[in-house]
């Protein structure tokens, strides 16, 4: 097929690789070692590359020739030869422990440079060029956070906000939500944006020892908006799970007796509004977008009644009958939340408080604290993505991987927020990664544009390859035959030609 012309840039995506150092194997396919690989566009032709991220974890684990740097469901034991009181040493040492720069989810801009992420204290710089692995960045040094999401969200000033959770910092387990400026000063070039890092606001956690766990956030023209959900890490078990030889996986709880509890965080302000906004029980990992209507804050998540997604990935379930024997419990629900930060405060106990026309409701309580249903807008689709370009606002359209009951997607979706329309990509054998929007340099409407997905195949004998979609159509425009041995990714983004003169220079 024929790529659009002025599509220039690279597609850049992060994902576990390697599972197995030596003669050891990790648990789980979300530990493996992280590879990033990439797509280059230049004047319609496709230059592909792949290689694994040098964390130290990496150099560490290649140099021993087998695991020694525990993973989120992998935990490593030191040396068995070692002395009596190196073991007590490092059992002490695990409290709150180092955890890996193994940094495999997701890419981010930020400032002057990219970073692969985790969901740990660490990133590392990358060159998106030549996927060098440049400089570790530790979060912890310039905000008291121990983990931090692998989501963040840029403003339209090139601002990069995330959140991260300080576990149990002078007697405080809190949600710290922070801001990293695009560039710094002139007079301090030599420094990093990061010693530029601001804290905007931190939410105290509703336990001490039981924060929530969270993968990425929402954010709005105003307001930053948090869910802390009744999936939780006990930090008891995390302090103790290296002695008792179990993985930090282990450590998170979910609670489905419990609440989730909605957090708004004014950005001028810096504080969170005050009313209490809560739903029932669920466990997310992606917000979609959220934007402000009215008085309302509307955002749109994809939510699972229980967390047994994450357990379908542990190694030994993913067998050649993966696709027979494993069916979610939960199916992945779009849900579509509509928050009144506006109403009538002496309305009536049991009203809704809702006034745009949805059948998702806010109801007051006898306490004042209000109680959240959502509109249901469809289900089977997890890894959203939207044209960045209207993220805060309000939006039509979401592009995501269709999951039914198999934990691993089979087809790629386009689906209409306003008309409930879907359009569809698939074929045999088939299995397409997240797909990355990318719009066209003279985008009038909100899906002019192309999509971008990588295409592992379930047959060996067949190549992988790159699919470029038209977004309007979601018909196929080209697709870019790649004969190595892809991995199946996670997430990443599309850096345009303009941005990477700037790591050129």
Same mark, same amino acid.
């Given at each position: 097929?024929?790529?659009?012309?002025?599509?220039?840039?690279?597609?850049?995506? %992060?994902?576990?690789?390697?599972?197995?150092?030596?003669?050891?194997?990790?648990?789980?396919?979300?530990?493996?070692?992280? &590879?990033?690989?990439?797509?280059? *566009?230049?004047?319609?032709?496709?230059?592909?590359?792949?290689?694994?991220?040098?964390?130290?974890?990496?150099?560490?684990?290649?140099?021993?020739?087998?695991?020694?740097?525990?993973?989120?469901?992998?935990?490593?034991?030191?040396?068995? /030869?070692?002395?009596?009181?190196?073991?007590?040493?490092?059992?002490?040492?695990?409290?709150?422990?180092?955890?890996?720069?193994?940094?495999?989810?997701?890419?981010?801009?930020?400032?002057?440079?990219?970073?692969?992420? +985790?969901?740990?204290? *660490?990133?590392?710089?990358?060159?998106?060029?030549?996927?060098?692995?440049?400089?570790?960045?530790?979060?912890?040094?310039?905000?008291?956070?121990?983990?931090?999401?692998?989501?963040?969200?840029?403003?339209?000033?090139? %601002?990069?906000?995330?959140?991260?959770?300080?576990?149990?910092?002078?007697?405080?387990?809190?949600?710290?939500?922070?801001?990293?400026?695009? +560039?710094?000063? #002139?007079?301090?070039?030599?420094?990093?944006?990061?010693?530029?890092?601001?804290?905007?606001?931190?939410?105290? +956690?509703?336990?001490?020892?039981?924060?929530?766990?969270?993968?990425?956030?929402?954010?709005? #023209?105003?307001?930053?908006?948090?869910?802390?959900?009744?999936?939780?890490?006990?930090?008891?078990?995390?302090?103790?799970?290296?002695?008792?030889?179990?993985?930090?996986? +282990?450590?998170?709880?979910?609670?489905?007796?419990?609440?989730?509890?909605?957090?708004?965080?004014?950005?001028?302000?810096?504080?969170?509004?005050?009313?209490?906004?809560?739903?029932?029980?669920?466990?997310?990992?992606?917000?979609?977008?959220?934007?402000?209507?009215?008085?309302?804050?509307?955002?749109?998540?994809?939510?699972?009644?229980?967390?047994?997604?994450?357990?379908?990935?542990?190694?030994?379930?993913?067998?050649?009958? *993966?696709?027979?024997?494993?069916?979610?419990?939960?199916?992945?629900?779009?849900?579509?939340?509509?928050?009144? &930060?506006?109403?009538?405060?002496?309305?009536?106990?049991?009203?809704?408080?809702?006034?745009?026309?949805?059948?998702?409701?806010?109801?007051?309580?006898?306490?004042?604290?209000?109680?959240?249903?959502?509109?249901?807008? /469809?289900?089977?689709?997890?890894?959203?993505?939207?044209?960045?370009?209207?993220?805060?606002?309000?939006?039509?359209?979401?592009?995501?991987?269709?999951?039914?009951?198999?934990?691993?997607?089979?087809?790629?979706?386009?689906?209409?927020?306003?008309?409930?329309?879907?359009?569809?990509?698939?074929?045999?054998? /088939?299995?397409?990664?997240?797909?990355? *929007?990318?719009?066209?340099?003279?985008?009038?409407?909100?899906?002019?544009?192309?999509?971008?997905?990588?295409?592992?195949?379930?047959?060996?004998?067949?190549?992988?390859?790159?699919?470029?979609?038209?977004?309007?159509?979601?018909?196929? &425009?080209?697709?870019?035959?790649?004969?190595?041995?892809?991995?199946?990714?996670?997430?990443?983004?599309?850096?345009?030609?303009?941005?990477?003169?700037?790591?050129?220079?």
């Amino acid at each position: 097929g024929q790529l659009p012309t002025w599509l220039q840039g690279i597609l850049l995506r %992060n994902g576990p690789g390697m599972h197995t150092i030596g003669d050891n194997k990790y648990n789980h396919w979300f530990d493996g070692l992280a &590879l990033l690989h990439s797509f280059t *566009f230049k004047n319609g032709e496709v230059y592909y590359r792949s290689k694994y991220l040098r964390s130290d974890t990496y150099n560490c684990n290649i140099e021993a020739n087998r695991i020694v740097v525990s993973e989120f469901g992998t935990m490593a034991y030191p040396d068995p /030869c070692k002395n009596i009181f190196a073991k007590a040493f490092t059992y002490l040492s695990h409290t709150i422990p180092e955890f890996t720069d193994n940094c495999l989810i997701n890419i981010m801009k930020t400032g002057d440079g990219f970073y692969a992420t +985790s969901e740990t204290n *660490f990133i590392r710089k990358i060159n998106p060029q030549t996927l060098e692995t440049l400089e570790k960045v530790d979060y912890s040094k310039y905000v008291a956070v121990n983990l931090a999401t692998s989501h963040p969200h840029y403003d339209s000033a090139g %601002n990069t906000f995330n959140m991260g959770t300080s576990i149990v910092d002078k007697g405080k387990t809190k949600y710290v939500l922070f801001k990293i400026p695009p +560039s710094v000063p #002139e007079r301090e070039k030599k420094k990093s944006c990061f010693k530029h890092l601001e804290v905007v606001c931190s939410i105290p +956690s509703r336990s001490l020892l039981h924060p929530s766990y969270h993968h990425s956030f929402g954010m709005t #023209e105003n307001y930053i908006i948090f869910i802390e959900q009744p999936l939780r890490l006990d930090i008891v078990k995390l302090a103790t799970a290296y002695i008792r030889g179990v993985n930090w996986a +282990s450590c998170l709880v979910y609670h489905k007796e419990d609440k989730s509890w909605f957090h708004f965080v004014d950005k001028k302000t810096k504080k969170e509004v005050s009313t209490k906004f809560y739903t029932d029980a669920m466990v997310l990992f992606h917000h979609v977008n959220a934007y402000e209507e009215d008085g309302h804050i509307i955002f749109d998540i994809i939510a699972y009644e229980d967390n047994s997604l994450y357990d379908m990935f542990y190694l030994k379930n993913l067998d050649k009958d *993966f696709e027979e024997n494993n069916k979610l419990n939960s199916i992945p629900t779009c849900k579509r939340f509509v928050v009144p &930060l506006q109403y009538d405060k002496d309305a009536e106990v049991g009203s809704n408080l809702v006034t745009l026309p949805s059948t998702a409701t806010a109801v007051k309580e006898k306490d004042g604290s209000i109680y959240c249903q959502p509109e249901i807008l /469809c289900e089977g689709i997890e890894l959203p993505r939207i044209n960045y370009d209207y993220n805060s606002k309000k939006y039509k359209y979401v592009f995501a991987t269709e999951v039914q009951w198999s934990p691993v997607p089979t087809k790629i979706v386009k689906f209409n927020m306003q008309t409930k329309e879907m359009l569809h990509w698939g074929e045999d054998h /088939c299995w397409p990664s997240e797909p990355v *929007f990318v719009p066209s340099p003279d985008a009038r409407e909100e899906d002019d544009g192309i999509v971008l997905t990588c295409v592992v195949m379930t047959d060996p004998k067949q190549a992988p390859f790159l699919l470029v979609l038209d977004a309007k159509t979601f018909k196929e &425009l080209s697709r870019v035959t790649v004969n190595v041995e892809m991995h199946l990714d996670l997430h990443g983004m599309f850096i345009p030609e303009k941005d990477l003169k700037t790591e050129a220079e």
